[in-house]
């Protein structure tokens, strides 16, 4: 009766422990990334009353087994449902991360508090004030991979602290425009070709440093008829407003070789310039002169004279300007102002709309020398294709930026895209940065960090205000072969041991088997409320068996106390 009365003790402590286990369980129904227990029993032992006996061919008697007793139960093991995934909640925060596990792989999140490193299921993460990915509910570390400044990829290597916000990652590098597109429809009908600043196209840029400039084009007819088009660059100006390419031209800079076909037009011969007075304009021959300095005339087929004068600045750098003359009542000229009523490339033949007259030397007539500032737009006349643009026939050109300082990257800019076509008199031809593709050198100002996200992969990634995307780092992650022989802790983490295998420092990504981290959910628990609550009546009813063990074999035990009385 004793026997009994212990082994119903023993099964009401195994019973005990259990409903632990399950009330445990209950209680984390809600937690995030816990993983269910369950427990098994074995039995204790046997006391054996009398051995076994064999069979006995003499007296043709058969063999006896043992008599034995059992003497309880024991908890043998609490087994973590490892394996088993929890359901999924949506939160949408960039960094709630949900582990997906490819078959029987039981992947974890490596941690370290500072000390030792651990392994996690809850994937809620945030960023602390150290800039590190952390834990939100222990502020323990998420270790994973850095980037290879050499080569901006992932270098997996020993695990470390994901330090994403640190200084060096608040900022993307401003990247310089290095190509252009000039595309649309050129109307022969549209009026502005004709004008005297001819039809106006911008090409915003930006250099090495981020800064923005806008460059200014001149689209000008040469024969509208035939298909003919110069393209000239008139300014560049910067953010302030200030026309850096007028700086660089009174610094002594040639315009040529910023934007330019590069070659000495039609007057390169002083000795041409007779022969190269438009048959519109007469060289008169004569000069004035109005405060010492002398002014040379030319007339119009309208009967309208204009004067030159040519100065020469303390470079070396010469000036050439047209006039028209003042006069008193009586005629006789008393001064002389700039006028824009006509320009050089007017009198001059050989000269291309927007051309620049880089020197006149003295003389009467005087003489001069031009070279063109601009490309030569042809298209077909029959299909209204393009043709060419300068000497060059596939359709590109190059801006020498690198001309204008150190801190610019040469832009070549594609004339493909262009077309002569009728379009009710209005062009839509226009520039824009970047290539035909819309992404290869559009360049970029300086970016601050505006947003962080997670792949699949668990690589990080930084998203700047001008575009850019960056790799920051990868999240590693952790597997073993007994997952299950991991260490609870508390606080959703686990640690090694000699059971479960080891972790090697280093991790695996976790695509490498199809897994995945999905973000904006995070791992629920495991817990099966209604196997817990089945477990718990079955669990309830095998203790109260238990109970029910000792309480009669305590009526035993009086009733063989009352056989005296």
């Not at 087929?301 to 003359?325: H, N, P, V």
């Not at 008393?334 to 880089?358: F, K, R």
């Not at 009710?424 to 824009?432: E, F």
Request: glycine residues 12%.
């Amino acid at each position: 009766m004793m026997r009994s009365m212990y082994s119903a003790v023993s099964g009401l402590k195994t019973h005990q422990s259990k409903m632990d286990v399950i009330g445990n369980n209950i209680a984390n129904v809600n937690t995030v990334g816990f993983k269910g227990s369950s427990v098994t029993f074995n039995e204790i032992m046997y006391q054996t009353m009398s051995g076994a006996s064999g069979a006995n061919v003499r007296t043709g008697t058969g063999g006896v087994n043992a008599k034995q007793i059992g003497l309880g139960v024991a908890m043998a093991s609490t087994q973590v449902d490892i394996t088993s995934a929890g359901a999924s909640q949506t939160t949408g925060r960039a960094f709630d991360l949900k582990l997906t596990d490819k078959g029987n792989t039981t992947s974890f999140f490596v941690v370290n508090n500072g000390s030792e490193t651990l392994f996690t299921r809850a994937g809620s993460f945030y960023v602390d004030g150290a800039g590190n990915l952390a834990m939100t509910s222990t502020g323990y570390n998420v270790m994973g991979w850095q980037v290879d400044e050499l080569t901006g990829e992932i270098r997996k290597d020993q695990v470390s602290a994901l330090r994403i916000m640190q200084e060096k990652n608040l900022t993307s590098p401003a990247e310089a425009t290095s190509n252009a597109v000039c595309g649309g429809i050129v109307d022969r009908n549209c009026s502005e070709f004709k004008s005297e600043g001819g039809y106006v196209m911008n090409l915003n840029f930006f250099d090495d440093l981020g800064y923005l400039y806008t460059a200014k084009f001149a689209l000008k007819a040469i024969d509208a008829e035939a298909g003919q088009y110069s393209v000239e660059l008139t300014s560049i100006y910067d953010s302030a407003n200030k026309n850096i390419l007028q700086e660089y031209l009174a610094q002594g800079g040639n315009l040529t070789d910023v934007f330019g076909a590069n070659n000495s037009g039609a007057l390169s011969n002083p000795t041409e310039s007779y022969a190269a007075i438009s048959t519109e304009w007469t060289d008169t021959g004569s000069s004035v002169t109005v405060g010492g300095a002398s002014y040379y005339a030319f007339r119009n087929s309208d009967g309208e004279t204009f004067y030159m004068r040519t100065t020469q600045d303390a470079t070396g750098q010469w000036d050439s300007k047209l006039y028209r003359a003042t006069t008193d009542v009586s005629g006789a000229v008393t001064g002389m102002e700039v006028t824009s009523d006509a320009s050089l490339s007017d009198i001059y033949t050989g000269l291309q709309p927007g051309a620049s007259i880089n020197q006149i030397t003295g003389g009467n007539p005087p003489t001069i020398s031009a070279t063109d500032v601009n490309f030569e737009l042809k298209f077909d006349p029959n299909k209204g294709g393009f043709v060419s643009i300068g000497d060059s026939t596939n359709g590109m050109v190059t801006l020498n930026m690198r001309q204008l300082g150190g801190n610019f990257s040469n832009i070549s800019v594609d004339f493909n895209s262009s077309k002569n076509s009728n379009n009710g008199g209005t062009s839509t031809i226009g520039m824009d940065p970047g290539a035909a593709d819309g992404t290869t050198g559009v360049g970029k100002k300086l970016g601050a960090l505006i947003g962080l996200s997670v792949d699949q992969d668990g690589k990080i990634y930084g998203s700047y205000d001008n575009g850019n995307t960056v790799l920051l780092g990868q999240i590693a992650a952790a597997q073993f072969a007994n997952a299950a022989g991991l260490e609870k802790i508390g606080e959703n983490c686990y640690r090694t041991t000699l059971n479960s295998g080891d972790f090697d420092g280093i991790g695996v990504e976790i695509s490498a088997n199809g897994s995945a981290i999905i973000t904006g959910q995070l791992e629920m628990s495991n817990v099966d409320l209604s196997s817990e609550f089945t477990e718990m009546i079955t669990t309830q009813r095998g203790f109260q068996a238990n109970s029910r063990v000792i309480t009669t074999s305590d009526t035993l035990l009086e009733e063989l106390i009352n056989l005296k009385r």
